[in-house]
C-alpha cells in the first residue's frame, strides 16, 4: 500500500535512524548521473539539508552570492570544494554548510551520502544527505561573500506536481524546475532535488518528466 505525502513527510522521520537509512538507501539504488564523458578534475560535496519549520519537513537552501564568479545569484545546496582539511564528503559538506550559513556543526545530523554526479562541466559533486536539529533562523549567521540569503521550503510544495515545471533542451534532454518557494530551483540544484524527491518520497512523488519527441524534418 501506498503510503500519502503527509505520512512520508511526518516530523518523527527526523528520529528515525531506520527510516533515514531506507531514504538513503532509495537515494543510493537511483541510477548514476554522469553528464560528460571527462573525469572530473575537482571534487565537491554539498548538503541536503532537511529541517523542521513551522511544523514541517522543509529543505534549506542557499542563494549564491552576487560577489562570486561562478554561478552567482543562483540557488544551491550548502556545499563546496573538497580540500585536504576534509576527512571525507560528509566532513566537506558539514563544514561548507557551517561556512555558508552559521550554524553549528553539532546541530547538523548526517543520514549518508548519494552518487556522486559527473556534470557537464566543474567539479563532481557528491550529495550528502542530513537534517538540522533545532533549525532556528534567528540563529542563522551568513557568510555574505558566498550567500545572499538561505530560504526553506516545505517538502509538500515541491512534491506537489503544481509547483513543478520542467525545461527541454535540443540536445533532447529535460531537466526538472521546481516553483513557489522564495526563489526558482532549477539547474543541477533541481536535479538533486527531484533525485532526491524520488528516494524520499517513494510511490508518492513522480520521478518521470515531461519529454516531448523532436523529428526531424525529411529533405526534400
Request: glycine share 6%.
Amino acid at each position: 500500500m501506498l503510503k500519502k505525502v503527509s505520512e512520508l513527510l511526518h516530523p518523527a522521520l527526523l528520529a528515525n535512524v531506520k527510516q533515514q537509512q531506507q531514504v538513503v538507501a532509495r537515494f543510493q539504488a537511483l541510477p548514476k548521473l554522469r553528464l560528460s564523458k571527462e573525469p572530473a578534475k575537482k571534487e565537491a560535496a554539498i548538503l541536503i539539508p532537511l529541517c523542521l519549520v513551522d511544523g514541517k519537513l522543509s529543505l534549506l537552501y542557499t542563494l549564491r552570492s552576487n560577489k562570486l564568479r561562478n554561478h552567482r545569484g543562483q540557488v544551491s545546496f550548502p556545499g563546496g570544494m573538497k580540500d585536504a582539511r576534509d576527512a571525507s564528503y560528509e566532513t566537506c559538506a558539514v563544514r561548507e554548510f557551517v561556512e555558508e550559513t552559521g550554524l553549528p556543526s553539532e546541530s547538523v545530523r548526517v543520514w549518508g551520502r548519494g552518487n556522486t554526479i559527473i556534470p557537464y562541466f566543474g567539479p563532481s559533486i557528491t550529495p550528502i544527505v542530513g537534517h538540522v536539529t533545532d533549525f532556528a533562523p534567528g540563529q542563522l549567521r551568513l557568510s555574505t561573500d558566498e550567500v545572499a540569503k538561505v530560504f526553506t521550503v516545505p517538502v509538500e510544495l515541491f512534491a506537489s506536481a503544481a509547483n513543478r515545471r520542467h525545461t527541454q533542451y535540443r540536445a533532447n534532454y529535460t531537466m526538472p524546475v521546481f516553483v513557489n518557494g522564495d526563489e526558482t530551483v532549477w539547474g543541477i540544484t533541481a536535479i538533486i532535488t527531484h533525485l532526491f524527491l524520488t528516494a524520499l518520497l517513494p510511490g508518492a512523488y513522480s520521478a518521470s518528466l515531461p519529454f516531448v519527441r523532436k523529428y526531424e524534418a525529411l529533405k526534400s
